[in-house]
């Protein structure tokens, strides 16, 4: 499967922004989809995942209750919903695709190139 986020951009502390990720392939269900984000200078960290059959939803506690995950199976489109969103919040954020059930950056074999959120204070 092959990922394309988009959404990200300039934001104050306190807005909102809606990162979407596009997935191709006919197995786009198959998968588990996960945010992961890269701050500077510091290494990817888990965001949100959600399985790929909408059983667990997963989330960071830094971003819970401000950020939600959810998927749409037919337009095989993985979404991030970032609310109240702070400096610290300010990355690369790339979307990911897992066989399996997992948080584990590691365990993602498909990942996206990224897209750049900047949360000024």
């Known amino acids: 499967v092959q990922l394309q986020a988009y959404g990200g951009g300039l934001v104050q502390a306190g807005g909102s922004l809606r990162l979407s990720c596009a997935a191709s392939?006919?197995?786009?269900?198959?998968?588990?989809l996960g945010w992961f984000r890269q701050a500077p200078g510091k290494e990817r960290e888990f965001v949100a995942a959600?399985?790929?059959?909408?059983?667990?939803?997963y989330y960071a506690d830094p971003v819970k209750g401000r950020f939600t995950i959810s998927r749409d199976n037919a337009k095989h489109t993985v979404t991030l919903q970032m609310n109240n969103l702070n400096a610290e919040d300010t990355a690369v954020y790339y979307c990911a695709a897992t066989n399996t059930a997992t948080i584990r950056a590691e365990e993602y074999h498909y990942w996206g190139q990224g897209t750049h959120v900047t949360v000024s204070s």
């Open positions: 392939g006919r197995t786009f269900s198959a998968y588990g």
């Open positions: 959600i399985t790929r059959t909408y059983g667990s939803i």
